[in-house]
């Protein structure tokens, strides 16, 4: 089970890291409901909130144990991105997880023109996590990202946040990082 969600993690990054690149995936708005400048997500077993002008793409990755939910900005070139993989699983660590991720990445189409830093810890909601931070040039424009792993609920979840400038990883996620639930 161990290669299948290895597999899938990198398989399913392509759909995060950026706009330029990312496969077209429907657009389903089932799940989500909303009030005034917020609305809410709720897909197996996540929820957050995210504000108005933003979509929702999800995916099932493997039937019962992976899914993606990816949530971007509309409206500009280069969008502000949020995306969350997780497996229903403990199997995999965190730091098998972020790596199979970024292998996915220096795979792909674009992997020469990413710069990773180290892994670094960190916390998510106040579970042990681990991090690294990364830049990717594409059609002469940087982008900022950050991939987050972590396990929540015996999930084994990473999340992927990527924007035009490294002061928004920690400012323009914070809605939905705050109301972030896995079950």
Not at 67 to 76: D, P, Q
């Amino acid at each position: 089970m161990k290669k299948t969600v290895l597999l899938f993690l990198a398989l399913s990054l392509v759909v995060s890291c950026g706009k330029k690149e990312r496969p077209n995936v429907s657009l389903h708005k089932t799940g989500t409901t909303s009030e005034s400048g917020k609305n809410y997500l709720n897909y197996n077993g996540l929820s957050f909130s995210y504000p108005d002008g933003w979509e929702i793409e999800k995916e099932v990755l493997e039937e019962d144990l992976g899914f993606s939910v990816t949530c971007e900005k509309k409206g500009l070139e280069y969008s502000e991105i949020f995306s969350v993989t997780w497996f229903k699983t403990t199997d995999t660590t965190p730091e098998e997880i972020l790596e199979s991720m970024l292998e996915g990445m220096k795979q792909s189409s674009y992997g020469k023109k990413i710069e990773v830093g180290s892994l670094y810890d960190s916390n998510f909601k106040g579970l042990d996590a681990v991090s690294k931070d990364y830049n990717l040039t594409l059609f002469g424009e940087t982008s900022y990202g950050r991939l987050t792993s972590f396990v929540m609920n015996g999930n084994t979840t990473i999340i992927s946040k990527s924007s035009d400038s490294k002061s928004k990883l920690d400012t323009e996620f914070q809605m939905i990082e705050e109301s972030f639930k896995l079950k």
